[in-house]
């Protein structure tokens, strides 16, 4: 759309609703909302978002999930076979057998980035630092210029 026609549209809009009568409020409307609040506020405290809980009540009901957790843990130990625990470690390693070479070139090259960190001097850290702050106060300026350009709306003129 051209910004003639977002003129022209934009202003004849806003004429058609400035015809349109205020609508005003039903008379039981604020009646009505402030029950609700009273309602929910007279709720038991167990009814209410755990939050909202007497720090005690939250205290109990934190250990007794916890408790339930814990059990639970206990119960699958025990009725879980322990051979199958067991094996799980080797079909891991099997299963990252074929990622075993590139595992070591990336073991090698880690080794390598420290080695190169550790010769590294001071003054050369520092300019590291600062170029890489300047890096990303530069992205944050960039993205918010980005925002005001993409979502700047020119200021409307009535007449």
Same mark, same amino acid.
């Given at each position: 759309?051209?910004?003639?026609?977002?003129?022209?549209?934009?202003?004849?809009?806003?004429?058609?609703?400035?015809?349109?009568?205020?609508r005003s409020a039903p008379v039981n409307l604020l009646p009505?909302?402030? &029950? $609700?609040? @009273?309602?929910?506020?007279? #709720? =038991?405290?167990?009814?209410?978002?755990?939050?909202?809980?007497?720090?005690?009540?939250?205290?109990?009901?934190?250990?007794?999930?916890?408790?339930?957790?814990?059990?639970?843990?206990?119960?699958?130990?025990?009725?879980?076979p322990h051979e199958a625990i067991q094996g799980i470690p080797?079909? &891991? $390693?099997? @299963?990252?057998?074929?990622? #075993? =070479?590139?595992?070591?070139?990336?073991?090698?090259?880690?080794?390598?980035?420290?080695?190169?960190?550790?010769?590294?001097?001071?003054?050369?850290?520092?300019?590291?630092?600062?170029?890489?702050?300047?890096?990303?106060?530069?992205?944050?300026?960039?993205?918010?210029?980005?925002y005001r350009v993409t979502f700047h709306k020119a200021p409307?003129?009535?007449?």
């Amino acid at each position: 759309m051209s910004p003639e026609y977002e003129k022209q549209l934009e202003e004849r809009i806003h004429q058609e609703l400035a015809k349109v009568p205020e609508r005003s409020a039903p008379v039981n409307l604020l009646p009505n909302v402030m &029950a $609700a609040i @009273a309602q929910r506020e007279a #709720r =038991p405290w167990w009814r209410k978002p755990i939050p909202q809980w007497p720090r005690n009540h939250r205290m109990v009901f934190v250990t007794v999930m916890l408790a339930f957790v814990m059990s639970a843990a206990f119960g699958i130990w025990q009725l879980w076979p322990h051979e199958a625990i067991q094996g799980i470690p080797a079909q &891991a $390693a099997t @299963a990252f057998e074929p990622m #075993r =070479p590139v595992l070591s070139v990336m073991e090698t090259l880690g080794r390598a980035s420290a080695l190169m960190l550790q010769s590294i001097t001071q003054p050369w850290l520092i300019g590291l630092g600062v170029a890489f702050v300047f890096l990303y106060l530069s992205c944050i300026g960039m993205g918010m210029a980005w925002y005001r350009v993409t979502f700047h709306k020119a200021p409307a003129s009535h007449a």
